[in-house]
């Protein structure tokens, strides 16, 4: 993913503007003779779609003096109605995703959750029982980078050493729409 955020947050809006940075990330798959990705999970839900949204500027609003004087063009959040469901959603994807190819928490050896803010990151371990050293965190660097996060956040984690050959691994999110999901996989470099 790649996101360049700082230009839809409105810096007078103290409840988005801390939030957000700018990234981008990519993932290249091999085959491997360990079998790599175990499992996963997605889901989609239109029903929180006025939680995390732009209200104008896309093809349904277009921009147009009213709605950039009315700062509509910038991102709008719910935030704690959005917390709520994205560590429920979060947790959900990371447990089904585990179930589904029979293993459980304890068996993760590093989890990369999307870097949303500390706050849900933190609740997501909670709720989960895992670790905080087994809990992958690079907010403070860059912020909120939406959908690049978790790419950003897996190539650091490598780079660092925090995932080892065979290590389970999972990446789990959640964003706008609202949608999450959860991937599992063994690290086989």
Known sequence: ????????????????????????????????????????????????????????????????????????????????EVFKIAVREMRRATLKALTRCNLSVKDIDCLIPHQANIRIISAVAKVLGIEKDKVFVNLDKYGNTSAASVVIALDEAIKEGKIKNGDIVVLTAFGAGLTSGSIVFRWDK
């Open 1 to 80: 993913g790649a996101e360049t955020l700082s230009k839809f947050v409105d810096w007078a809006d103290r409840n988005t503007c801390v939030l957000f940075g700018d990234g981008a990330g990519a993932v290249v798959l091999k085959a491997s003779k360990m079998r790599g990705i175990l499992s996963g999970y997605l889901k989609g839900d239109g029903a929180g779609a006025d939680l995390i949204k732009f209200p104008a500027g896309a093809s349904k609003i277009p921009a147009s003096h009213e709605t950039i004087e009315q700062k509509l063009h910038y991102i709008k959040m719910k935030g704690n």
